[in-house]
């Protein structure tokens, strides 16, 4: 039942083959046994069971609030949730318990969804490993997957297997995690640069960033407001379409979504991909692209040249741009965005009480960790009255630039883009840490940036397992608010591709003694 | 905090100045932006260190300031800027504190039309120019009573700018005489509060109140003196200056400031000041960090803010949802400055009569309402109404009867959620210690309209006296709910037609005082007031004076 996709449950739901306190119960086994993912910061266990219940009352009497009804999901740790602490992964935040609802949140507790938790995550979402949090690192479930484990022991090594675990990517990889370990049927992330689609990509889930202004950001504790738009990460597209249905349209408490009615995204089953016209921006061909992940990237769109589809190179020229601009751009959001963690209402508070400003310094210290403070010191230095011309006006130029690029392409008659996700499959938590936050966003971030720059809908597709056996994706790019165009594409793509199921039950019963005596210092599971 | 404030700035308000001598107080006007001068001694010059001779000159010259007013005023409005928390005057402290005006992490701002409707219209009777796109921006700094870190503004596109304000004053030899100034208006912005901080000097501690409803109206003057036909000097900036008085003294203090440092070699320093109220002068600010880099930026959760007039209008537009400045322009009511040429063209009023009218909240109404009930001179009920009412009325500290508030336009619009936020639980935004004590408004004044217009109609019929006139009019202050005619009445104060009798009192006025009958007769023309004067008191006021003058004149040339 769990590895069923949210669609299939809901039916299954609806026709009485399972109640929803039973689907709650089995996911909420499940959490437990893969505490060790460290995928969710707190699992909200009680909050669940009583909706869960009140859900269960609702199908009795035949009151069943739609396809979301007793549906278990998880929401990351940067969306407000009432009375659910809400820590956005940092010491600022510890014992922070939200007044209020996200309106996101909101709109799938209206739904009947069951919220079992809230995931991990970068501390304040700025990173692309999900390493950096203050809960410590996520742990991609593929690294215990029947696919990988197999193709490892076919090599030689001498290291120890558990030690050289891979990362789910980030910043929303709690949330991947808990979709590709069957955990729950959808979970909320955010994306800012990529932090949906990337651990998306690298755990084997759809990613689905929908364009800016159509989702509330409302209770979305922000990382860049310009940019950050919450992200769906599911099993399917399917399941994302209907996820979308749900959280789009107008709010009132957030004054950058559009006005425009939005209509149900249902998804129609695409026979005929011989009218749409691809595009391959040239510019994506990076020289740190693995090769796996370029031949992926050329199967693919042989695939839609094969079957009809117009595939046709593009130019995005201002491409190279994109990480520096988005640095100077997002870094000083950030310092502005922060200013509000003084100590003084909610959050963290030091115990130095000498002067004002002595707290406020200790507070901010204590409170966020390197990567925030360094991002915060270079957004005020961008924002200098002697550096705003120089760096924040030519970083907004530059942006204009980036998003011309978009509309230029899509104006020549370019449906939607077709591009990867990520340079490789997911690496090692040791590997990966050899390099710094910063290096490692700037890098990582490179496909799936420049989409937030232009406020476009992308979506990342699970395509293939790579030699590895790990999960492959490959993005899809569409025009500003046509998001139901772009994931009726990604749709039919995926129903091409036929990724394989991640194999990880049986390993995780053989598993799961071995994780119960390994030390799990790093991991704070909130009950 | 967040409640919806007004920036105006007027820039470049100038005013020439010049000083007995360098300690000397410069003169001043009545009103800001007076001009006076007076010729500076040369002792002055002598006090001046020499090794600063070279910044000062001998002999005379003028020193000019330049003044510049940032203004911040609320608007009258039912709920804030940027949330749905209601704005009340004397509110419990954090009791209107939404989500968003606490900073809780992951609010937006919303903004709230009544507010921006209340901009345009400001900017209309400024004459500015409507800015039909403006852009709202983050202005950071630290400070316990700004929780989110930073404050929206309109740094770089505010809502309307280059306006300007022709006003008069009272001024030069004659106190009739008035002269038209004009001040000229930068920009005119929406800028949201920040808290308040009370500072517990015993323990130390300092208290924010997030309510942030009061105090309708804060100035900051930017203050530089230089010579004409210089580079302009050094400027300061006055901070916090909470009433016209104190801002006139705040500047004429720190121009007198400014010129004495000047004078006396030293330099002015770009610093912030504080107006001393007891002192009387300006204090330089505990500036801790320096110079603030405010670091600037667009507020990106605010799309700009778009203004329509109707030919620029989408068709179909939800009216809802748009501004159209041309529909505000019809409503804007009359601008004081025309109200008083109507005054001064339908009554023949003084101006400055027209001024005092003005100045004095619903005493235009009051008077209005009077002419109407009345065929009493205007001349007449101006005078009554300036005089003797408000005289009144100033000194028992009441105020007009007809200057109960406007009624609010109910504020809350499709800007805003429509949704009522809830509050933050009090534990988590800082409390205050108590609530603020409850404020009154003065009294209205006892004496309504209507009466004072049947008051005047008495005199004007002269049933009554101007003397006895007055009577009734303290008797109405005193015993609400009397007419005129009823008081007058129960006292006999009308006055007397029977001029046999009125002739007795005279004659027996001039009987008793003969010494008075002489000095008239030898030619003292004065001493016959005098005459009448007494003969008003024996009739207790019930006379004509000038009747009593032509029966006295008769009397005393037979």
Not at chain 1, 86 to 92: D, Y
Not at chain 1, 411 to 438: H, Q
Not at chain 2, 195 to 204: T, V
Not at chain 2, 248 to 270: C, M, P, T
Request: with cysteine.
């Amino acid at each position: 039942m769990l590895g069923r996709t949210l669609r299939e449950v809901s039916a299954a739901l609806k026709q009485g083959q399972i109640t929803p306190t039973e689907l709650y119960q089995k996911c909420l086994s499940l959490i437990k046994k893969t505490k060790f993912l460290n995928a969710y910061i707190t699992v909200s266990e009680d909050v669940a069971l009583k909706q869960a219940e009140d859900s269960e009352k609702r199908y009795k009497k035949g009151h069943s609030l739609g396809d979301l009804d007793g549906i278990p999901i998880a929401v990351k740790d940067n969306f407000s949730t009432s009375g659910i602490e809400t820590t956005c992964a940092s010491n600022m935040l510890k014992g922070y318990v939200p007044p209020y609802n996200a309106t996101v949140v909101q709109k799938l507790l209206d739904q009947g969804a069951i919220l079992m938790g809230k995931t991990n995550l970068d501390e304040f979402a700025m990173g692309s490993g999900s390493t950096d949090g203050v809960f410590g690192p996520v742990k991609n479930p593929w690294s215990y997957s029947k696919q990988y484990r197999e193709k490892r022991k076919q090599k030689p090594h001498g290291e120890k297997e558990d030690s050289n675990w891979l990362i789910t990517g980030g910043s929303s990889g709690g949330s991947a995690a808990a979709v590709a370990a069957f955990t729950c049927f959808a979970a909320l992330g955010s994306d800012t640069g990529g932090s949906t689609r990337n651990p998306a990509a690298h755990c084997g889930v759809v990613g689905f960033k929908p364009s800016y202004g159509l989702v509330s950001r409302h209770g979305l504790i922000p990382l860049v407001n310009s940019m950050d738009v919450p992200g769906i990460l599911t099993r399917c597209v399917d399941d994302a379409a209907l996820v979308l249905g749900v959280l789009a349209g107008h709010d009132p408490k957030d004054s950058t979504t559009v006005q425009d009615p939005v209509k149900p995204f249902t998804l129609p089953t695409l026979t005929d991909v011989s009218k749409l016209c691809i595009g391959i921006p040239k510019e994506y061909l990076a020289p740190e692209l693995s090769s796996e992940v370029r031949s992926f990237w050329s199967k693919a769109a042989n695939l839609f040249e094969s079957e009809g589809a117009k595939v046709i190179e593009v130019s995005l020229p201002h491409t190279s741009y994109s990480i520096v601009c988005y640095h100077v751009l997002c870094t000083s959001e950030v310092a502005s965005n922060m200013a509000r963690f003084d100590g003084l209402e909610y959050g963290h508070r030091c115990d130095i009480d000498v002067s004002t400003e002595a707290m406020y310094a200790a507070t901010r210290r204590e409170g966020f960790n390197d990567v925030v403070r360094g991002r915060i010191l270079s957004g005020n230095f961008f924002l200098l009255k002697e550096n705003y011309e120089n760096y924040f006006i030519k970083a907004q130029k530059v942006r204009r630039l980036i998003a011309n690029d978009f509309v230029n392409v899509f104006n020549s008659g370019v449906d939607v883009l077709l591009t990867p996700t990520t340079l490789s499959d997911a690496v090692p938590y040791l590997e990966f840490i050899k390099e710094d936050n910063r290096t490692r966003s700037a890098q990582d971030d490179i496909f799936t940036q420049a989409v937030n720059m232009a406020g476009l809908p992308a979506v990342s597709v699970p395509v293939a397992l790579s030699n590895q056996g790990l999960p492959i994706g490959l993005q899809f790019i569409g025009r500003a608010f046509r998001d139901q165009q772009l994931l009726t594409i990604a749709k039919w793509f995926e129903k091409q591709v036929q990724f394989p199921v991640i194999q990880l039950q049986e390993l995780m019963d053989d598993c799961s003694s071995v994780f119960e005596i390994e030390k799990l210092g790093s991991v704070s599971l909130k009950q | 905090m967040a409640a919806p404030m007004l920036r105006w700035c007027y820039l470049g308000r100038r005013w020439v100045l010049a000083c007995i001598d360098g300690g000397s107080r410069h003169g001043r006007g009545a009103a800001i932006g007076f001009t006076s001068s007076r010729k500076r001694g040369q002792s002055s010059v002598a006090q001046q260190p020499l090794i600063t001779a070279q910044k000062s000159r001998k002999g005379e010259h003028k020193w000019a300031a330049v003044v510049g007013l940032e203004i911040h005023a609320q608007i009258s409005s039912n709920s804030k800027l940027f949330s749905g928390s209601q704005v009340h005057f004397a509110a419990p402290p954090n009791s209107l504190v939404s989500f968003f005006d606490a900073s809780l992490p992951g609010t937006l701002p919303v903004l709230n039309r009544r507010c921006v409707e209340a901009a345009v219209m400001t900017g209309l009777a400024l004459s500015c120019r409507i800015n039909k796109k403006s852009l709202f921006d983050r202005k950071h700094y630290f400070y316990a009573d700004l929780p989110a870190g930073y404050q929206i503004t309109q740094q770089r596109l505010p809502i309307a700018v280059n306006g300007s304000l022709a006003y008069s004053v009272c001024a030069g030899k004659k106190p009739s005489q008035v002269i038209t100034k004009t001040v000229r208006i930068k920009q005119i912005q929406l800028e949201q509060d920040s808290g308040k901080s009370l500072h517990d000097e015993l323990r130390s501690q300092t208290l924010i109140d997030l309510n942030r409803a009061e105090g309708q109206l804060r100035v900051d003057a930017n203050i530089s003196v230089h010579h004409p036909g210089e580079p302009l000097g050094v400027r300061t900036e006055v901070k916090n200056l909470n009433s016209a008085r104190f801002l006139a003294k705040a500047i004429d203090s720190e121009i007198e400031r400014q010129i004495h440092e000047l004078e006396n070699g030293r330099e002015i320093l770009n610093e912030t000041r504080s107006f001393d109220y007891k002192l009387g002068c300006t204090m330089p600010m505990r500036d801790k960090e320096g110079k603030q880099d405010y670091r600037f930026m667009p507020e990106p959760n605010l799309p700009p803010l778009l203004l329509y007039d109707t030919a620029s209008l989408p068709p179909g537009a939800d009216p809802q949802q748009v501004i159209n400045i041309d529909w505000i322009r019809e409503r804007l009511p009359e601008l004081p400055s025309e109200t008083r040429e109507k005054l001064v063209q339908q009554y023949g009023m003084l101006p400055e009569h027209s001024f005092a009218l003005l100045n004095e909240v619903g005493l235009l109404e009051f008077f209005q309402n009077v002419i109407k009930e009345t065929r009493a001179e205007p001349k007449k009920v101006t005078s009554w109404v300036l005089n003797i009412f408000l005289g009144f009325l100033k000194q028992q500290n009441l105020a007009v009867n007809e200057s109960s508030q406007s009624p609010r336009s109910p504020a809350r619009s499709s800007f805003t959620s429509g949704e009522s936020v809830g509050r933050t639980d009090q534990k988590q935004g800082a409390c205050c210690w108590s609530a603020s004590e409850k404020c009154h408004g003065p009294e209205p004044s006892p004496v309504t309209p209507a009466a004072l217009a049947e008051l005047l109609s008495l005199l004007d019929r002269k049933a009554i006296s101007s003397s006895a006139a007055k009577q009734v009019f303290e008797e109405l202050w005193r015993s609400k709910g009397k007419t005129p005619s009823q008081i007058v009445s129960e006292k006999r104060l009308e006055l007397m037609q029977d001029e046999e009798a009125l002739e007795r009192v005279c004659h027996a006025v001039m009987e008793e005082h003969p010494q008075v009958v002489m000095d008239v007769k030898r030619g003292n023309s004065r001493a016959i007031n005098k005459l009448i004067g007494l003969v008003l008191k024996a009739t207790l006021s019930r006379a004509d004076p000038t009747v009593i003058k032509e029966i006295l004149e008769k009397k005393l040339s037979s």
